[in-house]
């Protein structure tokens, strides 16, 4: 498993996790406080509850699912709407978006949680908004139009008046300093660890980034490029393909590659991007993290667009166009789909918490935007291969915290940045949601961010799912204390929110394998989308299979309308 | 022992007393200097320092055997521990962050051996002198040693050494005393152990002479030229490090380590800044100063009788209210901030100015320190520029000090590209002020300028620097000081603090 030398310690860590939790619960029965004294926060658990009921059907309370009468609402009356959408995250308000630039408007959004925005949701304090999951898009590339076009709403882009290129909005790019790294006890800007580096390390950074720009120059017989955001413009030539069959680590191994600091940084990329270490995660994947954003390898890094809250604000954007159709806390429990040819509809079900009832919804065309991993509970009548295939998804949980401060805390080095990363920390560091409004001073929020993405026996998966606050709490300041050693007096609150399945993950053979076309394949009249379809969690994966799918539902009806004229 | 010696005894009680109250003296000089607020710092230091000596004292019993050689001991340890108090606690400092612990910590320790000596001293001299004469003399010479300290540290010692090398030097001189102890007292204590503690001693004054020769590198990492200039006022906010030194000439004020202005020719740089937008405006009644927390633009505003009302924003409630508490500045202000029209506010100017909706000003001063970092850089930027541009009147102008064109052309030139990036008109002007040598600024506006403005005639007071000819020359600039291409800075590159670090890194 240990292919290329994988930086030492992530497991020792790893137990070091466990036990700092079992040390937080020690010292809570002991009545011993190590977290700081007075702090308060929340632990929150998005979906968990009202997600595992749907698992379980306990809201359906045994009731059989019968054609015949699904038609009944708890009060008897039935609610039609042209298309239902299912999930309100980025895929869903993405696919809403296209649906009423293309002239529909009748639209409902369904979304189980009590807020839209999926991963990608926000918070709001008296200080500042924050993120409580995606927090940038790196600027895209000028052909990826429907992008180009919510950006241009959000005046987030621009095209320049001389050689009409797109550049970032000013207020929008993040702003320098962008990223510093926690190395040998101070801040040095820029993540990958120059003080540390040999001349043989060094070596290696530039021969590996040599290799990454072959990747971003590569061009497949019909002009392809190899990597390119959305993933089903990437050539599908066979050379590329088969970095999907093996992990990071097996092809950093295979190139020769043993620095510690390039093991590092890639496994910290991997991590931040996909949840999953380099032994997890597929080599393809990888090089898309590093080679996407860039045509030509003679470009200058793409800016970041990114706001205080984080995607939030894409998120805010969205829902502010057609906030009358987003119905919040609707968990969808069952969807019956029509056939899609003839004109029979799809039945929706959908679970009214307030009222503890069902309500029974009627359309014409359901875009199913929530994960892949809940259509096998609500989704009736789908061919079995379907089933199989949605069950090989695999989902990673993560933890994000958000730490509000009265004060910043000291450091030494370089000045705190909106990136701030530990060297070698088994978590990713933190974010600062100031940093856009260019405050430097004064009371801020910190997001801290942990994907669980080391594989844990089920009864340590369980003592995470179970952890406390306190246990979390203690967790967080743990990692950070060692470099902000100010950090308790300056801290005034601390909530922490778990993500049950925050990420699809793209292990090898996942992305390029036969189960992601299936799923993405329509059920009748149902349509899918979400950011799994891609094999990769990414705003703009999200996005671009929500207007995909959008398309798709308007053509469907023009075809319908074709074929009605035509009799 | 006969009488020779024990005068030269005496003299040695009247040193050791001496080198005590000078590392008293350090500390507390050090520990209000670097922490501020003195009236704690001494206090601690000084009711710290007299109970370790109490420590010290009640210790003393303790030692029973081999007084003379225990003598010597503590005599060394003072000098090597109090010798390198100042250099220590200086470079300490910065580097960590328990600094209280370990100050107060040093304290004690030295005045726990301080303590030491004038008991174990007297109860040496005992055997051979009468008692009643004992005391009167060991304390008379002690207490003349805490004079001439306290005399030599303010009037010859730090003007001249500084702290660092005063406590060097002191720890020396007191090692030194101690390898002569050990000649005076030499009867009282066996050949070998007398050699040991000479050996020891010898060592020591070696170790501080290294530091002496070392002093030069250690002064670049402190402040303490700075201090050597007499500092008069200081203050660490959360903001920044405010400090006031003063020469014959005038005081002086430094942020954070640079200098921002001298009262010997500051009205040079102030009426530079000041005059020319506020004169080329007809009548400028509401007028925003962006950072100037010291009041002495607000001063130039006032001096034009058509003003109404003056904003000042500036980021340090500490530097707004410096006039309050250091009233040299008062003076030099004119008091301009407690003017009834001076409205101050304390806040980031860059998320200030992305609040404002209100009415426009007619003139804006801008008046940050210079572009030395980023939370500084940002204020330089296109994106906060256009933000300003928001704020200005269509007929207003602004008046923007840029750093030395002389010094740092390229980060002068950034600043006047991205004003023009940022949709201003912009005309560079500059001055000469000897502190800071050829300094520039700009004038901006929203529409093309003609020529340079003329100076108001109608000024309350008359001014020092400016007349109508000078204000003119202002904007001719000579050959030296020719555009450069630069980037725009930019929130996302920050391209003018890497101009200004490298360019001012030339003259280090």
Same mark, same amino acid.
């Given at each position: ?13 790893? &137990? ?5 939790l ?7 029965f ?10 308060t ?7 968990m ?15 059989a ?10 009060? /008897? ?9 299912v ?8 696919a ?6 293309? /002239?529909l ?17 926000? /918070?709001?304090?008296?200080?500042t ?16 139009? &429907? ?16 050689d009409r ?9 993040c ?28 070596k ?6 040599e290799?990454?720009?072959?990747w971003?120059?590569?061009? &497949?017989?019909h002009?392809n ?11 599908q ?6 970095l ?7 092809w950093l191994?295979?190139q ?11 496994d ?40 205080s809250?984080g995607? /939030?604000?894409i998120?805010?954007h ?24 003839? &004109? ?5 079900h ?17 875009i ?6 809940l259509?096998p ?23 994000v ?23 070698r920390?088994d ?16 009371p ?25 606050w ?39 053979g ?6 992601r ?23 703009e ?24 004229a035509?009799? | 022992?006969?009488?020779a010696?024990l ?5 040695? %009680? ?12 350090l500390?507390? =000089?050090?520990?209000s ?30 030692i ?17 521990v109090?010798? @390198?108090?100042?250099?220590?606690l ?11 612990p370990?100050l107060?910590?040093? %304290?004690?320790?030295?005045g ?6 004038l ?12 008692f ?19 005399l030599?540290?303010?009037i ?6 500084g ?5 060097l030097? @002191?720890?020396i ?13 030499r ?29 030069? =590198? ?13 500092i ?5 906010s ?10 014959? =000439? ?6 954070n380590?640079?200098?921002q ?16 937008p ?8 509401r ?21 109404e009302?003056v904003?000042l924003?500036?980021?340090d ?25 001076v ?5 980031d100017?860059f998320?200030?100015?992305g ?24 204020l330089y ?5 256009r ?9 207003g ?21 991205t004003?023009e ?49 000078t204000?003119?020359?202002?904007f ?5 000081l ?5 980037? %725009? ?5 920050q391209?003018?603090?890497q ?10």
């Amino acid at each position: 498993m240990n292919h290329a030398g994988i930086p030492e310690g992530r497991f020792s860590r790893r &137990d070091w996790l466990l036990t700092s939790l079992a040390a937080a619960t020690a010292s809570r029965f002991t009545g011993c406080q190590q977290v700081v004294a007075g702090l308060t926060g929340d632990l929150l658990k998005p979906g968990m509850t009202l997600g595992h009921q749907l698992r379980d059907h306990s809201l359906e309370a045994g009731e059989a699912i019968d054609a015949t009468n699904a038609n009944l609402d708890s009060d /008897g009356s039935v609610r039609n709407v042209e298309v239902a959408i299912v999930g309100a995250g980025i895929a869903g308000l993405s696919a809403a978006w296209q649906l009423k630039r293309s /002239g529909l408007s009748s639209f409902r959004i369904f979304e189980l949680e009590q807020v839209a925005g999926g991963t990608s949701r926000s /918070g709001t304090c008296d200080v500042t908004e924050f993120p409580w999951g995606a927090h940038y898009v790196p600027l895209p590339d000028v052909s990826n139009t &429907d992008l180009v076009t919510l950006f241009r709403e959000m005046l987030a882009v621009q095209v320049t008046e001389g050689d009409r290129t797109l550049i970032a909005v000013e207020g929008v790019s993040c702003r320098e300093p962008h990223e510093r790294l926690f190395v040998n006890g101070e801040w040095l800007d820029d993540l990958y660890p120059r003080s540390i580096a040999t001349e043989s390390d060094l070596k290696e950074w530039s021969r590996f980034r040599e290799i990454v720009s072959r990747w971003i120059d590569w061009r &497949d017989a019909h002009g392809n490029r190899a990597f390119v955001i959305p993933v089903a413009h990437c050539s599908q030539d066979p050379d590329v393909l088969k970095l999907d069959q093996i992990t990071a680590a097996a092809w950093l191994s295979e190139q020769g590659f043993s620095s510690q600091p390039l093991l590092w940084l890639v496994d910290y990329c991997c991590r931040d991007d996909y949840g999953l270490t380099i032994e997890q995660t597929s080599a393809w994947a990888m090089m898309f993290y590093f080679a996407s954003r860039l045509k030509n390898s003679g470009d200058s890094e793409p800016a970041l667009l990114t706001w205080s809250a984080g995607n /939030g604000a894409i998120v805010q954007h969205l829902s502010s166009q057609f906030s009358e159709k987003i119905e919040t806390s609707r968990p969808v429990i069952r969807i019956i789909p029509g056939d899609g040819r003839s &004109d029979q509809q799809s039945v929706i079900h959908v679970w009214n918490p307030d009222s503890d009832s069902k309500e029974t919804w009627t359309a014409r065309h359901v875009i199913f935007a929530a994960p892949q991993f809940l259509t096998p509970h609500v989704l009736a009548d789908q061919p079995t291969e379907r089933i199989e295939s949605v069950r090989r998804f695999q989902y990673g949980a993560w933890v994000v915290a958000n730490l509000h401060l009265s004060k910043r805390p000291a450091s030494a080095g370089a000045p705190l940045s909106w990136d701030n990363v530990i060297y070698r920390s088994d978590y990713l560091g933190y974010i600062v949601a100031t940093h856009q409004v260019g405050s430097d001073f004064g009371p801020t929020v910190l997001t801290w961010y942990y994907p669980l993405c080391d594989p844990l026996p089920s009864e340590d998966r369980k003592r995470l799912l179970a952890a406390t606050w306190e246990q979390w709490a203690e967790v967080i300041l743990q990692d950070l204390r060692p470099v902000h050693p100010d950090l308790g007096e300056c801290l005034s609150k601390l909530d922490v929110l778990f993500w049950g399945h925050a990420m699809i993950q793209p292990r090898p053979g996942f992305i390029w394998g036969s189960d992601r076309p299936l799923a993405a394949e329509p059920v009748g009249n149902v349509h899918f989308a979400g950011t799994d379809l891609s094999g990769l969690a990414l705003m703009e994966e999200a996005f671009y299979h929500g207007v995909r799918a959008a398309n798709e539902v308007m053509a469907a009806r023009e075809n319908s309308a074709s074929a009605g004229a035509a009799k | 022992m006969d009488r020779a010696p024990l005068f030269l005894l005496y003299l040695n %009680v009247l040193i050791v007393a001496t080198c005590g109250l000078i590392y008293e003296l350090l500390a507390g =000089t050090l520990a209000s200097y670097l922490l501020g607020d003195s009236v704690t710092q001494f206090s601690l230091v000084i009711g710290l320092y007299l109970s370790a000596m109490g420590v010290g004292a009640w210790l003393s019993k303790y030692i029973t055997r081999q007084l003379a050689a225990c003598f010597i001991e503590v005599e060394l340890a003072v000098a090597m521990v109090g010798g @390198f108090s100042a250099p220590l606690l200086f470079v300490a400092f910065g580097a960590i962050d328990w600094f209280r612990p370990l100050l107060f910590g040093m %304290v004690f320790v030295i005045g726990t051996l301080v303590g030491l000596e004038l008991p174990l001293l007297m109860r040496i001299l005992k055997e051979h002198v009468d008692f009643d004469d004992l005391v009167s003399r060991v304390l008379t010479f002690d207490y003349i040693g805490a004079l001439l300290a306290s005399l030599m540290f303010p009037i010859l010692l730090v003007p001249s050494l500084g702290l660092v090398r005063t406590s060097l030097v @002191f720890g020396i001189l007191n090692a030194a005393v101690g390898i002569w102890g050990s000649f005076l007292l030499r009867p009282l204590m066996t050949a070998r152990r007398a050699g040991g503690l000479r050996g020891r001693g010898v060592l020591i004054i070696g170790l501080l002479t290294a530091g002496i020769v070392k002093a030069d =590198t250690l002064t670049r990492y402190s402040e303490e030229q700075q201090l050597s200039a007499s500092i008069v006022y200081a203050e660490t906010s959360p903001y920044q490090r405010i400090l006031i030194t003063k020469n014959r =000439t005038g005081f002086q004020l430094f942020l954070n380590g640079h200098l921002q202005f001298n009262s010997t020719d500051e009205y040079r740089y102030h009426e530079a800044l000041t005059h020319p937008p506020m004169s080329a405006v007809n009548t400028p009644k509401r007028i925003l100063v962006l950072g100037g927390g010291d009041g002495l633009a607000v001063r130039e505003v006032l001096k034009h009788p058509s003003v109404e009302q003056v904003s000042l924003v500036d980021l340090d409630p500490s530097m707004t209210t410096l006039a309050d508490r250091f009233p040299p500045l008062a003076d030099l202000s004119q008091q301009a901030l407690s003017d009834p029209r001076v409205k101050v506010i304390n806040s980031d100017a860059f998320v200030w100015a992305g609040q404002q909706t209100g009415e426009p000003f007619d003139v804006i001063l801008i008046d940050f320190p210079d572009p030395s970092s980023f939370s500084v850089g940002k204020l330089y930027t296109s994106y906060f520029y256009r933000r300003i541009h928001r704020l200005l009147a269509d007929d207003g102008r602004i008046g923007i000090q840029c750093t030395s064109p002389l010094v740092a052309p390229q980060s002068y030139w950034c600043i006047l590209n991205t004003m023009e990036d940022a949709g201003f008109h912009v005309q560079p002007y500059h001055a000469s002020v000897p502190t800071f040598g050829i300094w520039g600024f700009a004038l901006a506006s929203k529409f093309p300028l003609e020529s340079e403005p003329i100076l108001a005639e109608d000024l309350r007071q008359p001014l020092r620097f400016l007349n109508s000819r000078t204000m003119s020359t202002l904007f001719s600039m000579p050959n030296d000081l020719t555009r450069h291409d630069s980037e %725009v800075n930019r929130l996302n590159n920050q391209a003018l603090v890497q101009y200004y670090e490298q360019e001012w890194r030339l003259l280090e």
